[in-house]
């Protein structure tokens, strides 16, 4: 079945560092969309960013990330990390009907 | 600003009790769904309710048990709750359904906790 694999439970940096979160997927359709969706604390997930092309980049909000069809991946990067930038970060992939989440990553940003 | 709303924020009830969940967006949104996120943050699917019709039933208890009257509306109710129901129930809306480009607006969550 489809499903999606957040490698790293906790990440934890050093404010300015450059972000990288990954993210492979499984599935069986030709033409998969995958999704970053963010969780600050205290609050509920909401949209980062989205892509269904393959090897385009897509940014938002200073974060990119780029679908690879060849590796199955769509890892999160962003240059320089901010404080602000501390939260829950979800790797997600839609099979058209629902959207099916990976298991998190906590990002965690210290001055 | 918020556009899927959840009652309650908070519920503590005891094994074996009955709880509803309700949930209301005004996005004007065809679908609707209901994900469980537990204590280790991970969020899965649980129903999906497209134009009051029920499109997704994930594998969930019996007990558990979604009721739409309108496309706006989604609740959910638990009969006989168990303690591993303890989680935060997250309702969500989305524009359309099998339109897998479809971004899900978060309701603030309502968290359950069974004693």
């Known amino acids: 079945g489809d499903s999606v694999t957040q490698t790293e439970g906790l990440v934890t940096l050093t404010e300015g560092l450059p972000v990288m979160l990954n993210c492979t997927y499984q599935?069986?359709?030709?033409?998969?969309?995958l999704f970053w969706y963010v969780q600050h604390l205290n609050e509920s997930p909401r949209l980062l960013l989205k892509s269904f092309t393959d090897n385009k980049r897509t940014e938002h909000q200073g974060f990119h990330a780029t679908l690879h069809k060849s590796s199955s991946s769509f890892h999160l990067q962003k240059s320089s990390a901010q404080l602000s930038d501390s939260a829950l970060y979800y790797c997600a992939l839609s099979n058209y009907n629902v959207l099916y989440f990976g298991s998190g990553t906590k990002l965690t940003v210290e001055p | 600003e918020t556009a899927v709303f959840q009652t309650p924020n908070y519920h503590v009830t005891q094994v074996g009790n009955e709880v509803s969940f309700n949930c209301k967006q005004t996005?004007?949104?065809?679908?609707m769904y209901w994900y469980k996120q537990d204590s280790k943050k991970l969020l899965k699917i649980m129903f999906s309710y497209n134009n009051k019709q029920l499109i997704v039933n994930e594998t969930v208890p019996r007990r558990f048990s979604p009721q739409s009257s309108d496309k706006a509306h989604l609740n959910l109710r638990i009969k006989s709750v168990e303690p591993e129901d303890s989680a935060v129930y997250l309702c969500?809306?989305?524009?359309?359904?099998?339109?897998?480009?479809?971004?899900?607006?978060f309701g603030s969550g309502t968290r359950l906790t069974v004693l």
């Open positions: 599935t069986i359709y030709s033409n998969p969309f």
């Open positions: 996005l004007g949104h065809d679908t």
């Open positions: 969500a809306s989305s524009r359309d359904w099998g339109g897998a480009a479809e971004t899900l607006y």
